[in-house]
């Protein structure tokens, strides 16, 4: 069983940034990829970036690219997500979820609220 948890949401006017964090504890051993999702109110949740355990494989959704990025501390077990030029539509909780080798997410986080003012 793996555990996440999500911090470092907050209230950011936009063209700011912030940083989010997940931890990740219990059997990290069977993470393949860790994911970070999003979901607005009244949206269904989409995805936003992910990163491989190993750290060498990162992807973005097309409407973060260039602003996010995603990176690992081996020491910590915990995966950043660096968000730059925050948009209004950025407003969202913020998940993060762990996948094990060919399957699907199945750990997630609590999620943690980020508030981007316009």
């Known amino acids: 069983q793996v555990q996440l948890v999500e911090s470092g949401g907050g209230l950011v006017q936009a063209g700011g940034s912030l940083r989010l964090s997940c931890a990740a504890t219990?059997?990290?051993?069977?993470?393949?990829?860790i994911g970070w999702f999003r979901q607005a109110p009244g949206k269904e949740r989409e995805f936003v970036s992910s990163?491989?355990?190993?750290?060498?494989?990162?992807e973005y959704a097309e409407a973060v690219k260039g602003r996010f990025t995603i990176s690992r501390d081996n020491a910590k077990n915990t995966v950043y997500l660096q968000m730059n030029s925050l948009k209004f539509d950025d407003t969202a909780v913020y998940y993060c979820?762990?996948?094990?080798?060919?399957?699907?997410?199945?750990?997630w986080g609590q999620g943690t609220q980020v508030t981007v003012s316009s």
């Open positions: 979820a762990a996948r094990p080798v060919l399957k699907a997410y199945d750990s």
């Open positions: 990163i491989t355990w190993s750290g060498t494989i990162t």
């Open positions: 219990g059997r990290t051993s069977s993470i393949s990829r």
